[in-house]
């Protein structure tokens, strides 16, 4: 973070065939410290990718934002160029190739919308690595001069990071335009993303609706600016906003109600690691986020929950994942709630998922509403009995107010795209889970647990609790994930394969293209990138009125293809420049 | 006309990110060190002919020990080798480090500049961190090093 970058990607490697249980648990904490050095705003948005290696299901695509395949032979590298639907092919370039690039696979995933990703520790770290790497991807950056790619540092230590230009320089040495490379870490990083949600969100032509809470009092020129700060990748209450963390960190010990801090600091040595493992069970609770204070994400990521999705999950799903999660309810709920008690400072609770029927009852009851924390619209029995707990436990410490919208993400729905629900039915039984499970990234993932240390002592170091969000929200929008949230954020987490991945939550989907839905997986391959090994830089704030563009048309293809005009239109200066007749040429530099 | 151009690079070093951050630090950076790093690498990096072509306007112009803000001087038509160079080194004698671009400016006084914001902000971070454990002579060296970057030339 202290080098610029506004987005971590946390990497799950996943090998070999994947199994249900394989979920996704995505350890979040929160930067203690943050040095606000070049970027004036960072967010931190927690997104996974997977390494797979043979189509197995599509039900674990869900469960993150972000899939990635890395080939491991030509046949794969093949299929993965032309059939599978990820959204990003991870080529290890810093060893010798087990097959060949050629250039119509690469040119026919580039006409998919697929993106390649090149990692570059292997420059930084040792001399044979930097060998390998450079002579492998110096064609694939040849062949897609650009587009499409993006890069990614596979950093297995905070010293193998480097800043965003930093980065976009070294690829430079590669023959890769200065512009463009900047482009790939940064705006590619963002369209990636944006396509990714909008395959999972979105089936074809769908529109997101959000609803403003008509309890909230809010004039018409700050609606709007909230609508200006909202950024439809980020995950909600997990951006930290730069004002708002200095501020937090400014008075560190103290919690006073007139500070709306977003504090990160919940002691995870009290928090029972299983406590963390909700699986669906939670929302967020959005205890700093105050409408009157709002200029952060957290309100509009409210707001969004409350926008239509295409699927209905709750509508299809299979009750038993609820059940099950239900159970695992009350000693979550406890945990938590003790654990509130005792910090004072977390803000973000877990919430009892609304049930089932309960859910669905409330789709047509809830529409419009934005309730209170304290009504219970769609909640079940126990949600309400937490929320009150909450209630009561975070009325001293801090101005916590927990969202309405927050509370009963399900209900908060407004579902437009009823009719696209048959293509739900296939994954009914996981639809539900994924309903629950949403883990939002209340905390960020910092680059390495030891970076935290250093950046702070006063602030002790916190995991941050990640909490499945009910709330879907924007942001990821990945309503169908489900993230575990295990106390123990660090990088060892990851490298445990076949850990125990919180529940997938799948979500029937959308594609913004016309494609199949079932996003193939290949089982990962091997772990890469432990830490949160992907940092993209993003720097620009999405301007809204593109944002809902962007939404409304999921088509990837459209958006392709202004991709492809700009090329065109980036080339053409330069077609004259290289033309060796004596034209006149334009001292361009 | 001036037939030499240069480009002075603003960078930030951070050394050993993986410690608690500490005010005793393992190194001190000072000119010499660092241009000898950053020498090594581009000879591994480029050659013997990439480090001939980037030593004749590489300089190390100003180093700032507490807040770690360096500005190097080289040539136009080298700058980018040796941005990558820099990027590229892993260690500073035994000590682990990487850099961060800051900015990249044609002419020293906006580097002189922003390298003075920077260390203002990197110090006042410095201090934050350091709370009472702050050196009596933090201030005082920083004052020198304000100086210096004020005596650069031009």
Redesign the interface.
């Known amino acids: 973070m202290?080098?610029?970058y506004t987005g971590v990607a946390y990497n799950r490697t996943l090998k070999g065939v994947m199994s249900e249980s394989d979920r996704c648990s995505t350890p979040l904490f929160p930067l203690s410290k943050l040095?606000p050095?070049?970027s004036a705003f960072y967010a931190a948005v927690k997104f996974h990718r997977e390494r797979l290696n043979v189509a197995v299901s599509s039900s674990f695509c869900q469960s993150y934002d972000i899939v990635a395949v890395r080939p491991m032979n030509q046949s794969a590298f093949d299929q993965t160029c032309q059939v599978s639907e990820v959204d990003m092919i991870a080529i290890d370039f810093s060893e010798k190739l087990p097959f060949r690039l050629k250039q119509p696979m690469v040119k026919a995933a580039l006409e998919r919308g697929v993106y390649f990703e090149i990692t570059y520790s292997g420059?930084?770290?040792d001399?044979q690595s930097?060998r390998q790497l450079i002579s492998n991807c110096k064609l694939l950056v040849d062949w897609t001069r650009g587009k499409n790619l993006i890069f990614c540092s596979a950093a297995s230590?905070?010293?193998?990071?480097?800043?965003p230009?930093?980065?976009a320089?070294?690829f430079?040495?590669l023959g890769l335009p200065m512009e463009r490379a900047k482009a790939a870490i940064s705006k590619n990083c963002r369209s990636l993303l944006a396509n990714a949600l909008r395959k999972k969100q979105f089936y074809k032509e769908a529109i997101k609706v959000e609803e403003i809470p008509s309890g909230r009092h809010v004039t018409a020129q700050s609606a709007f600016d909230e609508w200006l700060k909202w950024d439809p990748i980020s995950s909600g209450e997990g951006d930290l906003l730069l004002d708002d963390m200095e501020k937090s960190f400014a008075v560190t010990n103290t919690l006073t109600k007139t500070v709306r801090t977003v504090n990160f600091t919940s002691n995870m040595n009290g928090l029972p690691v299983h406590g963390l493992q909700i699986k669906d069970l939670i929302s967020v609770d959005k205890a700093a986020f105050e409408p009157p204070d709002t200029d952060d994400f957290v309100p509009d990521a409210m707001e969004i929950e409350e926008a239509a999705s295409v699927e209905n999950p709750e509508e299809e799903g299979g009750v038993n994942p609820l059940h099950e999660e239900q159970s695992d309810l009350p000693e979550n709920q406890g945990s938590l709630s003790t654990l509130c008690k005792e910090q004072g400072e977390i803000l973000y609770c877990l919430k009892a998922p609304s049930s089932d029927d309960s859910a669905m009852s409330s789709l047509p009851t809830y529409k419009g509403i934005y309730a209170n924390s304290e009504e219970p619209v769609s909640i079940s029995s126990k949600k309400l009995n937490y929320l009150d707990n909450l209630g009561a436990n975070h009325v001293a410490p801090a101005p916590s107010q927990i969202y309405g919208g927050n509370a009963l993400p399900d209900g908060g729905r407004v579902h437009i795209t009823k009719i696209e629900t048959p293509i739900t039915n296939d994954h009914a039984s996981k639809e539900l889970s994924n309903l629950l499970n949403k883990s939002r990234s209340s905390a960020f993932e910092l680059v390495?647990s030891?970076?935290e240390?250093?950046?702070?002592?006063?602030v002790s170091a916190q995991e941050g609790v990640v909490l499945d969000n009910i709330s879907d929200k924007i942001d990821t929008g990945n309503k169908q994930r489900s993230f575990l949230a295990s106390s123990d954020a660090s990088s060892q987490d990851v490298y445990v394969e076949g850990e125990q991945y919180s529940e997938m939550t799948h979500g029937s989907v959308n594609l913004g293209d016309v494609l199949p839905i079932e996003g193939f997986l290949y089982p990962a391959t091997d772990f890469n990138g432990p830490v949160p090994d992907d940092v993209k830089g993003k720097r620009k704030e999405i301007d809204i009125v593109t944002n809902y563009q962007g939404l409304g048309k999921p088509r990837a293809g459209t958006e392709r293809k202004r991709q492809n005009s700009h090329h065109q239109h980036f080339l053409s200066p330069f077609k004259r420049l290289l033309n060796p007749r004596s034209f006149k040429r334009k001292s361009r530099k | 006309m001036v037939g030499f151009k240069n480009r002075y690079l603003l960078m930030?070093v951070?050394v050993?990110?993986?410690?608690?951050?500490s005010l005793d630090e393992p190194i001190i950076i000072t000119q010499f060190n660092l241009s000898k790093a950053i020498k090594d690498s581009i000879l591994?990096?480029f050659g013997e002919c990439g480090l001939a072509s980037s030593t004749n306007s590489f300089q190390v112009k100003y180093v700032n020990p507490i807040t770690k803000i360096c500005i190097f001087r080289t040539s136009r038509e080298e700058y980018?080798?040796v941005?990558?160079a820099i990027?590229?080194v892993?260690s500073i004698g035994n000590c682990?480090?990487?850099?961060?671009?800051?900015t990249l400016v044609e002419v020293s006084r906006p580097a002189k500049k922003a390298a003075l914001k920077c260390d203002e902000s990197?110090f006042e971070?410095y201090k934050l961190?350091a709370?009472e454990r702050l050196p009596a002579d933090a201030h005082q060296r920083m004052q020198n090093c304000v100086e210096k970057v004020k005596a650069l030339e031009h």
């Open positions: 202290e080098l610029g040095t050095s070049s420059l930084i770290s001399a930097r230590s905070a010293t193998e990071l480097r800043g230009q930093d980065v320089n070294l430079s040495l390495d030891t970076v240390n250093q950046c702070d002592e006063d | 930030e951070f050993d990110p993986n410690k608690d951050f591994t990096n980018q080798k941005w990558a990027t590229m892993r682990p480090w990487f850099s961060t671009f800051l990197k971070q961190l709370g």
